[in-house]
């Protein structure tokens, strides 16, 4: 239980820096450190406490594996979103390298030429 | 026959990327390659249409173990809505692109958006909803920013972060009923709810699945990126992200999961509702003092998503397919509107009300158009917009919502205001001396605008010989979600 | 871009070669071993990176040019779409229709491994050119690099 509540802190930490900070690349790193906050809750999901890794060795029985090992169908989830994590961050490093080049500051206060 | 359900995902996927390896060698092959995904997908749908409701296992692998595909009445809905309307905005935007330099990656991101969307609408499982919804997302953010100029660098950004809070917020309820009930097949995890769920649980998932889609279908308290990202994006991808996108990813993946799957509970029906008041008036009162056309479009698609909203928040009959059939229209009639002021742009060069003027003589086929979709969205018989919001107000009387029915004409009244305002400022009036130059937009151009404009006469007047294969076998999958069971599962 | 100092450019002379061996072992193998081609194809480009890191883009640009990067890319994607399409000679879409002969070898898993391979070269190829358009050909570090020539 303690490590669902550090990881909610991990994900409440995250928030905080991209909806508190100014600078764009700390909302960049606040994003990613929610989604990886997220992932992490999906791994914990699947495990169980002293479990083995859910490969089928040669000489194991399968009752034995279903009984034992954690549940490998969270992981392959996670491989999806991390993933797809990277293809947001690529496309946000991008975004922001052009606003720096257009408005010529990293402070998002200041890029606020659309309003009303 | 059945086994080319996947095409739909699969041609424009695989489009995209022989789009982008053969425009290396052969320039200007992209439009002719989107032509041809985009109509054999029409083509698709079209073969599909009326099918009995049945799965597709991919890889023959059988659920629960592996993913399916389903055909149902509401994917049917929605894959047409998509076919249509991706058909007359290619056909828009093969002229308008020339603008622009880099048109291959434009196509293939427009390819992969479509693919996106075409998944979202036909998969029977949850984690898959999620991949094609970060998909279809992901190639939106990077095609609202595709003129990189600095409003839609800063517009694409802003939606980019909040789209992502979102979908890291939907990632997030998906885990938990994966955790609440074992399996990612749709059906199952209906099955598996059915036999009870902690009420705590079941809340949470509710608010997340509310805030997650409720952003991707810019509902009111979620709606501050629409404003910015609609006007700001080439006009072609306007009308995709006004006409299809808030709809196959927002409100479908809403209904979807929350009719069907969970099974909806009466303090989310009034908080549905709520929402939906909310955002039908706050959109149409932010939408009457604006002067730049598309952002006014831009308000008023969050007005008219308000209507869907309440109608589909009702959970009766008439009320849901009022919702359905609003949404079937709204998509025809934003997706026009914003190609005409496409249109209007590439032939002034400007977007601003208080500059245009007299433009019905000059450019007729377009000028027709736009008045035929602003009378259809304000209400006006016999256009299709009048049939679909007469239906709302009438289901809104009868289940006694006496003050939220009084709302939706007050808005409505206020929705023709305001095109009456867009009407006398772009098509009627005197011509602007340094527009008397202008000609008719270019034939493709007109087609596809033409081609939605038909429909809006269309869809009003033959709703007898659609409407029931159509919209009501969709009502009636919503309503007895039960029948979803049958057939999605072996 | 020049490089980095004596002591990198003999390391990474060293190292490059086992790093690339390792990220085409993970790609190869992944039905078998935790990996597959996402993180064999991340392997294989950041030792590209380092490569460029340690001895200018001259260097790794002469390797694998700009133009083949995203040829690479389009056609590691491609092959997957292909090989899911081919799918239907075995009656259903994506089924893996190679068959699979002796367990726990490295043809065990019939369609799996090309499709690793085409997601390895594709990530490898992504990976490298998103880094290439960000760092080196972006206008943002033009205005940097113009400064730096002129000292």
């Not at chain 1, 206060?109 to 309003?115: A, H, K, N, P, Y």
């Not at chain 2, 009766?316 to 025809?332: E, Y």
């Not at chain 2, 001396?433 to 270019?442: N, T």
Request: with cysteine.
């Amino acid at each position: 239980m303690l490590i669902y509540f550090l990881n909610s802190i991990l994900f409440v930490l995250g928030l905080y820096c991209l909806i508190a900070k100014k600078h764009l690349v700390k909302k960049i790193i606040g994003m990613v450190i929610m989604e990886y906050a997220i992932n992490l809750f999906i791994v914990l999901l699947g495990y169980k406490g002293g479990g083995i890794p859910p490969i089928l060795l040669p000489e194991m029985s399968k009752a034995t594996f279903v009984q034992q090992s954690v549940d490998p169908l969270p992981q392959a989830l996670v491989l999806t979103s991390i993933v797809i994590g990277l293809g947001v961050l690529a496309l946000m490093v991008a975004i922001s390298l052009r606003l720096y080049e257009k408005y010529k500051t990293f402070d998002m206060s200041e890029i606020r030429r659309l309003r009303g | 026959m059945e086994n080319w359900l996947p095409l739909f995902v699969a041609v424009p996927l695989g489009m995209a990327f022989i789009n982008l390896l053969l425009s290396k060698f052969i320039k200007r092959i992209s439009p002719f390659l989107v032509l041809a995904a985009v109509v054999f997908q029409l083509w698709l749908a079209l073969r599909f249409l009326g099918h009995a409701a049945f799965y597709y296992s991919m890889g023959n692998w059988t659920p629960p173990l592996g993913i399916t595909l389903v055909w149902d009445p509401l994917s049917q809905l929605l894959a047409l809505i998509v076919s249509v309307i991706s058909l007359a905005v290619t056909l828009f935007a093969i002229p308008y692109m020339q603008q622009y330099t880099a048109q291959s990656k434009f196509y293939s991101l427009y390819l992969l958006m479509i693919a996106g969307m075409n998944g979202v609408v036909l998969t029977g499982d949850m984690f898959n909803l999620f991949v094609f919804l970060e998909i279809a997302s992901i190639a939106s953010y990077a095609l609202v920013a595709f003129g990189v100029e600095a409003e839609e660098l800063e517009a694409s950004f802003k939606y980019l972060v909040l789209g992502g809070v979102s979908s890291t917020i939907i990632l997030l309820a998906i885990a938990l009923l994966y955790a609440a009930t074992g399996t990612l097949n749709m059906a199952d995890m209906a099955a598996a709810l059915r036999h009870g769920i902690s009420h705590g649980l079941l809340f949470f998932i509710f608010a997340l699945f509310l805030m997650g889609f409720g952003l991707k279908s810019a509902m009111v308290p979620f709606h501050a990126w629409l404003p910015d990202a609609h006007p700001s994006a080439p006009a072609p991808i306007s009308a995709m992200l006004s006409g299809l996108i808030i709809k196959a990813l927002g409100i479908y993946a809403l209904i979807r999961v929350f009719f069907i799957i969970l099974g909806i509970v009466p303090i989310v029906k009034t908080i549905m509702m709520t929402l939906g008041g909310l955002s039908m008036v706050i959109g149409v009162f932010l939408a009457v003092g604006q002067w730049d056309f598309k952002r006014l479009l831009a308000y008023h698609s969050i007005s008219q998503m308000g209507y869907v909203m309440v109608g589909i928040g009702l959970a009766t009959p008439l009320g849901i397919l009022g919702g359905l059939f609003h949404l079937l229209n709204h998509a025809v009639f934003k997706s026009l509107l914003f190609l005409c002021s496409g249109a209007f742009e590439y032939t002034t060069g400007t977007r601003q009300l208080k500059q245009l003027g007299g433009l019905i003589r000059k450019m007729p086929w377009t000028g027709g158009s736009c008045s035929i979709a602003a009378l259809s969205i304000s209400g006006v018989p016999p256009f299709n917009g009048f049939w679909s919001k007469l239906i709302i107000i009438v289901a809104l009387f009868q289940a006694k919502f006496y003050f939220l029915g009084a709302v939706t004409v007050f808005v409505s009244f206020m929705t023709l205001i305001s095109f009456i305002k867009v009407q006398k400022y772009s098509l009627f009036g005197n011509l602007p001396e340094r527009l008397q130059g202008i000609k008719e937009a270019p034939v493709f151009m007109v087609a596809g605008v033409v081609i939605l404009a038909v429909m809006c006469v269309g869809l009003g007047v033959l709703y007898p010989f659609y409407g029931p294969a159509i919209l009501e076998s969709a009502r009636n999958l919503i309503l007895e979600p039960g029948q979803y069971l049958q057939f999605a599962m072996p | 871009m020049q490089g980095m100092s004596f002591i990198v450019k003999t390391v990474t002379r060293l190292l490059i070669g086992v790093i690339f061996l390792f990220g085409i072992y993970i790609t190869f193998y992944g039905h078998l071993t935790p990996g597959g081609g996402f993180a064999g194809g991340i392997m294989l480009a950041c030792g590209f990176i380092l490569l460029t890191l340690a001895f200018g883009k001259e260097t790794s640009l002469g390797k694998l040019s700009d133009f083949w990067a995203s040829m690479l890319d389009n056609l590691g994607a491609f092959t997957f779409w292909l090989v899911a399409l081919l799918g239907y000679t075995g009656g259903y879409f994506f089924i893996n229709f190679i068959e699979k002969k002796n367990p726990f070898g490295l043809l065990s898993s019939g369609t799996i491994l090309i499709n690793n391979i085409a997601i390895g070269v594709k990530v490898f190829a992504s990976v490298f050119a998103v880094f290439l358009a960000l760092t080196i050909f972006g206008r943002f570090v033009s205005g940097l690099a113009e400064s730096e020539e002129e000292d």
